[in-house]
């Protein structure tokens, strides 16, 4: 199955990472469940994929809140973060997307922004060979807002020196396409399906 772009000639691609250019998604939801269990906190799968482009941070603040829970934000996300890691040798691209960043790299520039922290996205980067090909990385780490909020992606066309209007975002979650759409950005949605072909 091929990824399809929207009309337009776009001056800069935008990605997301988890879900978008690496399969990663049921790798983070393992290392959420080992995390969280030792909590006693039950993070429902249904609940994990509707979240996915929110920050780690925001993630636990919000499990807390929704279950009653008390869990140190910062350790458990440090926690997590280290037993996705753990994982990476098991992490694969999604084909569907590396064709487009192999048919446009060095033609135009690329940034990868990311709900995840810095350290969990150059990893995944690395272990699918795909780090040395972005110009910029925004990760949790650089912005206030996440997603749906615009502020990574505004972020990332300012870092790159394009309009946010001629920017292509990929995406594979209704908050980042909210996002992406909150930019004033054109975004293309990468299915689910593509992550089980």
């Known amino acids: 199955m091929k990824l399809k ?7 800069a691609y935008l990605f997301d990472c988890d879900g978008t250019i690496a399969d990663s ?3 983070h939801y393992i290392a959420w469940k080992k995390a ?5 906190c039950v993070y429902e799968e249904e609940l994990f994929y509707s979240w996915g482009g929110k920050p780690v941070t925001n993630i636990i603040a919000d499990l807390n809140e929704m279950k009653g829970l008390n869990m ?7 926690r997590k973060e280290a037993l996705y890691l753990e994982q990476l040798p098991q992490l694969k691209a999604i084909p569907e997307v590396v064709e487009h960043i192999e048919a446009q790299h060095g033609r ?5 922004v990311s709900g995840s922290r810095r350290e969990s996205v150059v990893g995944s980067l690395t272990a699918v ?3 040395d090909k972005f110009d910029t990385i925004v990760a949790a ?3 206030k807002r996440g997603k749906p909020a615009p502020d990574g992606f505004l972020l990332a066309a300012e870092r790159l020196g394009v309009a946010p209007e001629d920017c292509l975002v990929f995406e594979d979650t209704a908050l980042g396409i909210d996002a992406a759409t909150a930019a ?5 949605l990468v299915p689910f399906i593509l992550h089980r072909s």
Do not use: C, H, K, Q
Request: net charge negative.
């Open 184 to 188: 004033g950005m054109t975004s293309v």
């Open 5 to 11: 772009l929207p009309a337009g000639s776009f001056r």
């Open 72 to 78: 140190p934000v910062d350790a458990l996300a440090i």
């Open 129 to 131: 060979g795909l780090l």
């Open 36 to 40: 969280l269990e030792e909590w006693n």
């Open 141 to 143: 780490e650089d912005y």
């Open 25 to 27: 998604m049921p790798l």
């Open 108 to 112: 135009i520039p690329f940034a990868v």
